[in-house]
């Protein structure tokens, strides 16, 4: 029997629970009417996960992704595309507790990659676009 891996839609709620089980899928997040918080699970080494924005005009809203712990917090980072000023930047967290990465009004074509490597930390890698910079910080 061939495996397949079946893309996950969020549904347009104020929460998510990202499921252990789908690790290794995409995940599309749409143009939400309230602002969504996902909550990634446990980390474990070798899970990771990848959201991309499913929408045709940049949201209204805001998408979160929190650890639900400061001690598993973001490294690596985002490459951030200013709608407005087309500058291009790379963006991190701390490194040392920034466990809430908020997506400002994202724009189409966002999207990236979440993976934890040692079994603590995520590491973030992809590509932002949005008239606002994204935040990260503390739970």
Not at 14 to 28: F, I
Not at 63 to 86: M, P, R
Not at 95 to 119: I, M, Q, Y
Request: charged share 10%; with cysteine.
């Amino acid at each position: 029997m061939a495996v397949t891996h079946v893309p996950v839609s969020i549904a347009d709620a104020a929460t998510y629970t990202v499921l252990a089980d789908n690790a290794g899928v995409m995940h599309y997040f749409p143009d939400f009417t309230s602002t969504c918080t996902a909550t990634l699970p446990t980390p474990k080494a070798g899970l990771w996960f990848e959201f991309a924005y499913s929408g045709v005009a940049a949201d209204a809203q805001n998408f979160v992704l929190t650890t639900g712990s400061n001690t598993n917090y973001f490294k690596g980072g985002l490459c951030f595309l200013d709608n407005d000023t087309d500058v291009v930047a790379p963006i991190a967290g701390n490194g040392s507790s920034n466990s809430k990465l908020t997506l400002v009004t994202p724009a189409p074509g966002s999207r990236f990659r979440c993976e934890c490597a040692d079994g603590t930390t995520w590491v973030l890698s992809g590509t932002v676009g949005s008239a606002t910079i994204p935040t990260f910080g503390d739970q």
